[in-house]
Nanobody, 115 residues
């Protein structure tokens, strides 16, 4: 698998979920890995990214609520999502900037936040 997101589900307002992204070594090793999301009727947007060295960046809408991390030994990236809101409902994807530029997307994982 090149990039596979998992861990989505249904959660209540204020709840938490942790998403996982498994990546093949060739993609994972030297790349920034990012989480994107697309809500119904919305454009896909960048949620968070993390460098090989572990430096994170976040969209303003998730700062203080979401935490991105990576395990370089296991080729995994995580997105811990706390204090979830209905507007966080979306399909979440993990990807690299270069693959996004070329239009390559894997299967996402659906997160639904109920109020």
């Amino acid at each position: 698998v090149q990039l596979q997101a998992s861990g989505g589900g249904l959660v209540q307002l204020g709840g938490s979920l942790r998403l996982s992204c498994a990546a093949s070594g060739s993609i994972f090793s030297n790349n920034i890995i990012a989480w994107y999301r697309q809500g119904q009727g919305n454009q896909r947007e960048l949620v968070a990214s993390i460098t090989r060295g572990g430096s994170p960046n976040y969209a303003d809408s998730v700062k203080g609520r979401f935490t991105i991390s990576r395990d370089n030994d296991r080729n995994l990236v995580y997105l811990q999502m706390n204090s979830l809101k209905p507007e966080d409902t979306a399909v979440y994807y993990c990807n690299t900037p270069s693959r996004v530029f070329r239009g390559f997307w894997g299967q996402g994982t659906l997160v639904t936040v109920s109020s």
